[in-house]
């Protein structure tokens, strides 16, 4: 089975914080995700990336950055945590598919709390 | 732009019923549509995935159809337990390999 972890459940920072989310996949997925999902908005793209070293804008990565050093491994930055950032972030991993995404793998989420 | 939308947002229903949830897209120009399930306060589970080609994909007592033509989705859920509530997320997959998420019907299965 797929397994697609993330480092902290649940978290509470401060303003101004900077913050790391981590998280890893276990099947040699090519490509890797960052969501936040918030009650009445759904789920919404951060950032993704389809290979070491890569990265691509997702519809809202203002105040966010990435970084994929080996391929098992996308973490999530938060530069300096704001309370509008407060949020359910969800990681996913994929295979590469020539007919677009294969099938779409999730974390259990982690729960930040900005104060 | 694509829009994806679940109807109805809610639903209730005793144990034993059978169930359909929908799920509608605006561009039928889509590589594949996933049905997702999500328990409060955790992630999201795959349920089924349907490529562009398929017609429909069978798990268990889950089976998911799909009609690219009039960009529509069902997910059928046979003899309904307690165990299956849970809000059922839909999305498709268009150009760019961007996927579009419906925003959810949360099911509740009652004894």
Not at chain 2, 44 to 54: A, G, W
Not at chain 2, 77 to 85: F, L, V
Request: charged share 20%; aromatic share 10%.
């Amino acid at each position: 089975d797929v397994k697609v972890t993330q480092s902290s459940r649940y978290l509470v920072k401060r303003t101004g914080e900077k913050v790391f989310l981590e998280c890893v996949q276990d099947m040699d997925h090519e490509n890797m995700f960052w969501y936040r999902q918030d009650p009445g908005l759904g789920l919404r793209l951060i950032y993704f990336s389809y290979d070491v070293k890569m990265k691509e804008k997702g519809d809202i990565p203002e105040g966010y950055s990435v970084s994929r050093e080996k391929k098992e491994r996308f973490s999530l930055i938060l530069e300096s945590a704001s309370t509008n950032q407060t949020s359910m972030y969800l990681c996913a991993s994929s295979l590469f598919s020539t007919s677009g995404s294969g099938e779409l793998f999730f974390g259990e989420g982690s729960r930040l709390t900005v104060l | 732009k694509q829009e994806v939308t679940q109807i109805p947002a809610a639903l209730s229903v005793p144990e034993g019923e059978n169930l359909v949830l929908n799920c509608s897209f605006t561009d039928s120009a889509i590589y594949n549509l996933q049905w997702f399930r999500q328990d409060p306060g955790k992630g999201l589970t795959s349920l089924l995935l349907i490529q562009s080609s398929q017609r429909e994909q069978t798990s268990g007592r889950l089976n998911a159809s799909l009609d690219k033509s009039s960009g529509r989705s069902t997910l059928y859920i046979a003899a309904s337990q307690p165990g299956d509530s849970a809000t059922y997320l839909c999305a498709v997959t268009g150009t760019a390999s961007k996927l579009t998420f419906g925003t959810g019907t949360r099911l509740q299965v009652t004894l």
